[in-house]
């Protein structure tokens, strides 16, 4: 039996065909009611009707909308960042670089996450000025032009970012992950950056506050540094070594340091491994070329899903509990583990570093939490409003797409290669012109 949805779309191809037929044969004396009719027949007949479109089950479990983390914002500037984090003017020169080497963090999706990273490095003492958002949603102007609702995964607050003082740059269109490496690339002729620092957007970073373990001294004693601090030391001794080096990694590659004249010679990223493996290719192939990478710290960089509940708490606003709460919960049943988990302060403790250990002991509880056992990238899908709004895309759609880019990138990485793993230099002694060349060396 045609089901009910048959019947209506003949019905409507049928008004359509004559309302098409009415305008070519003026005259024709076929009635409306003998189509349908006719269609009816035929639909009941042997003879195939059209094809019938049918919907995905809906998603059984919608998240929460999210919560704008810095509230704040809307009815007054930030607080003072904490007094031993406020960096010197021109700290740079102290450091006998030519320029203030800049921070670049791209954006792609899920703002409170994003405006995390930014207050969180502005706090531990990285000068607002010298930051520069990058703004890779595709979404044009919509954001500039304030747009989009904050329920809108692409959603990004040009006014907040403007209040703490940083610098956004928009690509031109939503750019892959190596295309955004690329992209750096480029912004370093346009502003003549000798080095630049990048970060991850989804990171938390704190300044040893408590001395590191030796790292530097704690917060209230002569000669502490901040993670600014440490970071433009890092830099000038780079610089004072001199030899070939590529990148400094501080925490993985979740903050580095980049010397582009080792992009350059290696042609920069491949963008054709659009997201993960790339790192691997890029990093592999700076190696073989015999530019270095050391990995190096200056501050804690934790890698986080989640977004403390009011972004005040970096600024140890007295009061304010240090809270995290997951932007795009996955279902309550899969959720395990506790999504908040308020950190009270030692009391035994310097009520400063009190504040400091709470920030860091929570940002742990968020790394846990991110690595658990919910998916690591599952925190990108669920922020699911902005229908109707400029430049929409279905977000289920968009991971759904990225996730098949992403293993026909990890596929063009194994033929690149003849490898299926990130070691291709300590594994079968790759060289650089090998790329391509290679048959595979796994079943
Ligand atoms: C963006 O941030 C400003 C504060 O700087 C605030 O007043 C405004 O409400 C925010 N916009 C949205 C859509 O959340």
Redesign the pocket.
């Known amino acids: 039996m045609p089901n009910r949805r048959v019947l209506l779309n003949l019905g409507i191809f049928t008004i359509a065909c004559l309302v098409i037929a009415g305008i070519a044969f003026p005259s024709s004396r076929v009635t409306i009611q003998d189509l349908v009719v006719q269609k009816v027949q035929e639909a009941k007949g042997a003879k195939p009707g059209p094809p019938v479109k049918k919907y995905k089950p809906e998603p059984t479990y919608v998240p929460p909308p999210i919560r704008?983390n810095f509230p704040l914002?809307?009815t007054s500037p930030p607080p003072p960042i904490p007094k031993w984090n406020q960096p010197r003017e021109d700290m740079y020169k102290e450091y006998h670089l030519p320029v203030a080497p800049p921070l670049l963090i791209g954006f792609t999706r899920t703002w409170p996450v994003l405006q995390q990273a930014v207050v969180s490095y502005i706090t531990a003492g990285w000068p607002a000025s010298q930051i520069y958002v990058i703004e890779n949603t595709g979404v044009q102007q919509a954001n500039a032009r304030?747009q989009l609702?904050?329920q809108n995964p692409f959603f990004l607050?040009h006014?907040?970012l403007k209040?703490l003082g940083v610098n956004i740059i928009q690509t031109p269109t939503l750019l892959s992950f190596a295309q955004l490496q690329n992209f750096y690339l480029s912004l370093t002729y346009e502003h003549n950056w000798p080095y630049y620092f990048w970060s991850h957007m989804d990171v938390v970073a704190l300044s040893f506050e408590d001395g590191g373990g030796g790292m530097t001294v704690p917060y209230n004693q002569p000669g502490y540094k901040t993670l600014y601090e440490l970071a433009l030391a890092a830099l000038r001794n780079q610089r004072a070594k001199g030899g070939k080096w590529a990148m400094r990694f501080f925490a993985y590659d979740h903050l580095s340091l980049v010397n582009p004249e080792a992009y350059e010679d290696v042609g920069g990223w491949d963008t054709m491994i659009p997201y993960y493996a790339t790192d691997c290719d890029m990093y592999e192939r700076l190696r073989m070329k015999g530019w270095s990478i050391v990995e190096d710290r200056v501050g804690i960089i934790t890698d986080v899903a989640s977004a403390f509940e009011d972004l005040r708490v970096f600024y140890r606003v007295d009061g304010v509990q240090a809270k995290f709460v997951d932007p795009n919960p996955p279902p309550p049943e899969k959720n395990q583990r506790r999504d908040t988990d308020g950190v009270t302060r030692r009391d035994e403790e310097d009520p400063n570093l009190a504040k400091w250990h709470a920030l860091r002991i929570t940002s742990d509880n968020m790394y846990h939490h991110k690595h658990g056992n919910r998916g690591r990238n599952t925190w990108q899908l669920g922020q699911q409003g902005g229908q109707g709004e400029p430049f929409y895309y279905p977000q289920q759609g968009l991971a759904e797409a990225l996730e098949l880019i992403t293993e026909t990138g990890r596929e063009i990485f194994r033929r690149k290669w003849g490898h299926r793993d990130c070691e291709l230099i300590k594994d079968g002694h790759r060289v650089y012109d090998d790329a391509w060349r290679l048959e595979k060396d796994f079943k």
């Open positions: 704008e914002l809307a304030g609702s904050l607050n006014t907040a209040a």
